[in-house]
């Protein structure tokens, strides 16, 4: 099956500080969304970007689809960005996402 | 509007017991999935459902079971707990069956099996 990896697995930031995030997936897909998973669990949705790049506020994504990888963008973090932030590929046509393993982010006042 | 709900928050169990989990999704949405986050790994699909029937299932084995009711909030079930089931379980909904749909995920439930 597909395998999808991020890295780094572990970041550590002051709080300002800039950072790019990697997804890279073994196979071409369809579909693939950012999340970000706080430290109390709670899983967000941050984009669904199967191409090309969007934009929301202090984050943005990138995803070239053709070379198999995706790149999540956080400008000036701040210490609510910490957590662990997942990319996640769609199995093809079936509906079914698979997930890295995530980067954990902790950022520092 | 009321987001995506899980009950109950915590729950403890041991080896060979049966356990039901519960998730109202938000208004609106027809579409539930689950999945299963083991401690430091990303989530894993189990299966989702859509109108009441299953849609699409992850390598789970078939004592993992799910229902959906007509006001599309949905119940995870699993029989013969193992120790290896111990995680946090999470239940998304959606609009509809759609990978580029948003999923909003409910807060979980984290089971422990002693």
């Known amino acids: 099956g597909i395998q999808v990896e991020q890295s780094p697995p572990d970041l550590i930031l002051q709080e300002g500080a800039n950072s790019t995030l990697r997804c890279n997936f073994s196979d071409s897909v369809n579909n693939l969304q950012w999340f970000h998973q706080n430290p109390w669990g709670q899983l967000i949705n941050l984009f669904y970007?199967?191409?090309g790049t969007k934009q929301n506020g202090r984050l943005s994504a990138t995803t070239v689809a053709t070379e198999r990888y995706s790149l999540l963008y956080i400008s000036s973090s701040q210490t609510t960005d910490s957590g662990v932030y997942f990319c996640?590929?769609?199995?093809?046509?079936?509906?079914?996402?698979?997930f890295g393993t995530g980067t954990r982010l902790k950022v520092l006042a | 509007e009321t987001g995506v709900t899980q009950s109950p928050t915590h729950l403890i169990k041991t080896r060979g017991q049966q356990v039901t989990l519960r998730c109202s999704s938000q208004s609106g949405h027809n579409t539930v999935s689950w999945y299963q986050q083991a401690l430091g790994q990303g989530p894993q699909f189990i299966f989702q459902?859509?109108?009441?029937?299953?849609?699409g299932r992850g390598n789970f084995p078939p004592r993992f079971s799910g229902l959906q009711f007509p006001n599309y909030s949905s119940e995870l079930n699993v029989n013969a707990l193992e120790l290896d089931d111990s995680a946090l379980y999470l239940c998304?909904?959606?609009?509809?069956?759609?990978?580029?749909?948003?999923?909003?995920f409910g807060p979980g439930t984290r089971l422990l099996v002693l």
């Open positions: 998304a909904s959606s609009l509809a069956p759609l990978a580029e749909e948003t999923q909003y």
């Open positions: 970007i199967p191409s």
């Open positions: 996640a590929v769609e199995d093809s046509g079936t509906y079914k996402y698979i």
């Open positions: 459902y859509y109108r009441e029937e299953e849609n």
